[in-house]
C-alpha cells in the first residue's frame, strides 16, 4: 500500500469570488456558455472570461499559445478562485508543458472540468498533491440541472454523499483510498510521461465516449499491464457512452471488457456511475479520501 498523502483543498467559494472561464481544447461560442454565465452569477460569483476565449484556430479555441496565456493568466491570478474550462475536446495536452504551475502552488484554487481536462487533473495531483474537480462544463450546464447542483454544493463545501442503484457487473466490498482518474483515452495518452498519475492505493474513476470497443480493450489490457489496476482500493467504472463497434462484432459491451480485465483483483468495482460524457455528469473530488461501499447498489462518500 501506497503511504496516504494529506492533499491540498484549495480554498471553498463564497459569495463575491471570481470565477474564470477558460477553452485549453475545444472551439467555444458566446451563446454556448451564457447559461453556465448566468448561473455563476446567480450563484454571487463574478465570472471572468479569457482574453482568447472566443478564438478560433481550426478545431482550437486559438492558437496553442492564446491558449495557454488565458490559463496561465487564471493560475496566476490570485484573486481568481476557480478555474473551469468552458468545454473539452482535444488539446489540453498540447499545452501542458508550456504552463508554470509556481503561483498556483503557492496559492491553490480549484480547476474544474471533465473528459480533456484529464490531463490538468492528473498532472496536478501527480505533482503538486492539490485536489480539483471532475465536473460538468457551461457547455453542458442546460443539460442536467442535478449536476450543475453537485458542482455547486462542492465548490461551496456542502456535504456530498452519493448513492446509485445495482449494476449486473458490481463486485461487492469496500474500499477507501484517494479518488483519481477521468477519461480513459486521455490516462492512456498520459501513460510514462511526468502527468502520468499513481494509483497505488486510491479509488480510480474511469469513462470515455465514442471509442471502438476493440480500442477499450487495447487501452484496459495497456494499463494492466502497466500496473494502473494491480493495487487499487477500488475501481469506479462512469458513462462508456456512444460506443463502435466493427462490422464483425468484439463480442462483449465496454463494462464487460473491464470487468473480465480487472477478474483477478479483489477490490470492489461498480458500473454505471452518472459521470462523463452521458447527460448525468455528478462531480466528483479528485485527490480527496472517499470511502466507497458496493453492495447491492454504490455508496459513495468523502
Known sequence: MSKIIRMTTPPYLKKGDKIGIAAPARKISKEEIQFAVDTFEKWGLEVVLGKNLFGIKHQYSGSDEQRTEDLQKMLDDNSIKAIISARGGYGTLRIIDELDFKKFQETPKWIIGYSDITVLHSHIHQNFEIETLHATMPINFSKDEESVESLRKNLFAEEIVYKIGPQPLNRKGNAEGELVGGNLSLLYALKG??????????????????????????????????????????????????????????????????????????????????????????????????????????????
Do not use: W
Open 193 to 302: 510521461s511526468k502527468s502520468g498519475i499513481s494509483t497505488s492505493g486510491k479509488i480510480l474513476f474511469i469513462e470515455d465516449l465514442d471509442e471502438y470497443l476493440y480500442h477499450i480493450d487495447r487501452m484496459i489490457i495497456s494499463l494492466k499491464r502497466s500496473g494502473m489496476f494491480s493495487h487499487l482500493a477500488g475501481l469506479i467504472v462512469g458513462g462508456m457512452t456512444d460506443m463502435k463497434d466493427n462490422s464483425v462484432p468484439f463480442g462483449k459491451t465496454a463494462e464487460q471488457i473491464i470487468s473480465d480485465v480487472v477478474k483477478e483483483f479483489d477490490y470492489p468495482v461498480c458500473f454505471g456511475f452518472p459521470a462523463g460524457h452521458a447527460q448525468k455528469n455528478l462531480a466528483l473530488l479528485f485527490g480527496r479520501r472517499a470511502k466507497l461501499k458496493v453492495a447491492d447498489g454504490l455508496n459513495l462518500s468523502f
